[in-house]
C-alpha cells in the first residue's frame, strides 16, 4: 500500500475552499525558497534576517493578512491561520514575525487607532518596509499584565512613559513599539517611534528556544511622545487583551505546522532506517507512536478549521481562542517529543526538526498565555469561579 499523508487520512482538503488552498500553497513555496534552505543555520547562530524576510511577507500580502484595507491583504481568518501554520511548519520564530507584526502590533492600531495613526504606520508595515513590536509583558508581571509598573504621565499636550518591558519580540530590530502602560485613568496604549530619545532596546540573549527570533527588553527612560502617539480607542486591559486573541489564534494553527513538519519528517525517517533488517516503520511500536501522533494532529487541525470557522462567522469568543491555543501547544510539544525518540541520536541533530521545534514550542506554550493561564480561563468558563488570584 502506498503511504497516506496525516491530513489525507481525514479528507482535510475537503474542508478548505480554493483560496484556502491557493493561499496555503503560496505560503509553503516562499519557505520553501526563501526560509527551508537557511533555517537550521539561523538558528544554530541565533539570528534571523528580519528585514528580509518582512519585506517578502510583505509582498506576498502575509502581514496583517485579516486586516481589511491600509494596504493589507483582507483574507478571511481561516485563511490567515493557514498561512500561520505554514510559516510555522518551517520555524515557529517565523511565526512568532508574522504574528507579532500582523496580530499584535498591526491589530492594535488598526482596532483602537486614529485614523491618522492608521494612515501613518499601517502600508508600511503591511509591506514589510517598517518592523513593528508590541510591549506588554515586564520583568515582574508575564501572567498578570493588570500589575504592570510602566507608567504613562500627561505634561502640558504630551505624555511621558516610563518603565521596562520584558521578552519583546523583534524589539531589538524594530521601528515602531506599541506599548501598553498605566495611565491616570487607566491602561493605554501608545504608538512609540523606536528612535524617540529615552527608548532603548537590549536583545535577550542565551535562549534554548526560538532562536531564530530576536527577543529584547525594552527600556523607557523619560520617552516624550505628542498626544497624538496614544490609541485613542483603547482604555483598560481588554486593550492588549483583544490583541492577544488575535495572536493567540494564529498560533492555534501554527502549532499544528509544527506538528505536522515534525510527523512528516519522521515517516520519512522511519522508512528509510533499518533496524534489525527492516525498516523501523514496520515495527508495532512506531505505528503506535505515529498513528497516536497523526489521531492528535488531525484533531487539533479540525478544531483549528472550527474556530477559524467561528472565527469568520464574527462568533469566536476568548475563552474559545484558550480551548485552541491549550490544545495545539500542548499536543504539538509532544508530538515534537516522540518524533525526536523515533530519529534515535540523529534526532539530537539541526539536520532534522523535531527537537528544533520541540524547543520552540517551550516558548510558544509560555507565551501568549501559559497553558495553565489558558486552563485557568477554561475553568473560570466552565465553573464561572475565577482562580487567578
Ligand atoms: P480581567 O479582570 O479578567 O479582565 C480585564 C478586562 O479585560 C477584558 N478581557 C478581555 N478582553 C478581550 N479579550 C480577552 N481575551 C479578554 N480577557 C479579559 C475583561 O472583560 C475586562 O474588561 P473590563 O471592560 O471589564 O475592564 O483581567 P485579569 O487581570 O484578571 O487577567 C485575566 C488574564 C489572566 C486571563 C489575562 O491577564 C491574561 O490573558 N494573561 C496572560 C498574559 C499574556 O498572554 N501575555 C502575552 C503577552 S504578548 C506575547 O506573549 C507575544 S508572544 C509573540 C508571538 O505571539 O509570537
Ligand atoms: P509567569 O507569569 O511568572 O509564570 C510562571 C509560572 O506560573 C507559569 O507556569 C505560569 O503558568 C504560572 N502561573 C501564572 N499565574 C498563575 C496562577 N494564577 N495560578 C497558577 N499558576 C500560575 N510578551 C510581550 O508582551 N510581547 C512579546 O512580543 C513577547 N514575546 C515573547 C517571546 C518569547 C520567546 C517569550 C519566551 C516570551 C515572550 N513574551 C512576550 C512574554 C510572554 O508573554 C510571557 O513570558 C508569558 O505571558 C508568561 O509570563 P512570565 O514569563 O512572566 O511567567
Not at 541520536?345 to 489558558?374: I, K, Q
Request: aromatic letters at 6%.
Amino acid at each position: 500500500m502506498s503511504p497516506v499523508h496525516p491530513f489525507a487520512l481525514i479528507d482535510l482538503d475537503h474542508l478548505l475552499d480554493d483560496e484556502e488552498r491557493a493561499i496555503r500553497s503560496t505560503v509553503q513555496q516562499i519557505v520553501t525558497d526563501h526560509v527551508r534552505p537557511h533555517l537550521a543555520q539561523w538558528f544554530e547562530a541565533g539570528t534571523l534576517p528580519v528585514r528580509e524576510l518582512a519585506r517578502e511577507f510583505g509582498a506576498n500580502g502575509l502581514l496583517g493578512m485579516h486586516l481589511q484595507g491600509y494596504g493589507c491583504a483582507g483574507t478571511s481568518a481561516t485563511a490567515y491561520g493557514l498561512a500561520c501554520l505554514e510559516v510555522e511548519a518551517a520555524d515557529s520564530g517565523l511565526r512568532s514575525l508574522v504574528s507579532v507584526q500582523g496580530s499584535l502590533a498591526m491589530y492594535a492600531i488598526h482596532r483602537w487607532g486614529s485614523e491618522e495613526q492608521r494612515e501613518q504606520w499601517l502600508p508600511g508595515m503591511a509591506a514589510g518596509e517598517l518592523i513593528g513590536c508590541f510591549g506588554l509583558t515586564e520583568p515582574d508581571f508575564g501572567s498578570d499584565p493588570g500589575g504592570m509598573r510602566t507608567r504613562a504621565r500627561r505634561d502640558g499636550d504630551d505624555w511621558i512613559l516610563d518603565g521596562t518591558k520584558m521578552w519583546i519580540t523583534n524589539a531589538p530590530l524594530a521601528d515602531v513599539a506599541v506599548i501598553w502602560a498605566r495611565a491616570e485613568e487607566g491602561i493605554r496604549g501608545f504608538v512609540v517611534p523606536t528612535d524617540t530619545p529615552g527608548f532603548t532596546a537590549n536583545e535577550v540573549t542565551g535562549k534554548l528556544s526560538l532562536r531564530a527570533s530576536a527577543t529584547g527588553e525594552i527600556v523607557l527612560d523619560g520617552v516624550r511622545l505628542p498626544s497624538s502617539a496614544m490609541l485613542p480607542e483603547a482604555l483598560g486591559l481588554s486593550g492588549p487583551l483583544s490583541c492577544l486573541n488575535e495572536a493567540r489564534f494564529g498560533i492555534i494553527f501554527g502549532a499544528v505546522g509544527a506538528a505536522r513538519d515534525s510527523i512528516e519528517v519522521t515517516l520519512d525517517y522511519v522508512e528509510n532506517r533499518q533496524i534489525f533488517g527492516k525498516p523501523l516503520a514496520a515495527y508495532q511500536i512506531s505505528q503506535v507512536k505515529l498513528a497516536d501522533m497523526v489521531v492528535e494532529l488531525d484533531k487539533a487541525m479540525l478544531l483549528a478549521l472550527h474556530l477559524g470557522r467561528l472565527k469568520d462567522a464574527g462568533r469566536l469568543r476568548p475563552e474559545q481562542v484558550s480551548v485552541g491555543k491549550l490544545n495545539s501547544c500542548r499536543e504539538a510539544i509532544a508530538i515534537a517529543r516522540e518524533c525526536r525518540t523515533l530519529l534515535g541520536a540523529n534526532g539530537v541533530t539541526l539536520e532534522y526538526s523535531p527537537m528544533r521545534h520541540a524547543n520552540n514550542l517551550e516558548s510558544v506554550l509560555t507565551y501568549e498565555g501559559t497553558s495553565e493561564v489558558h486552563q485557568l480561563i477554561i475553568g473560570q468558563s466552565l465553573t464561572g469561579h475565577s482562580a487567578f488570584r
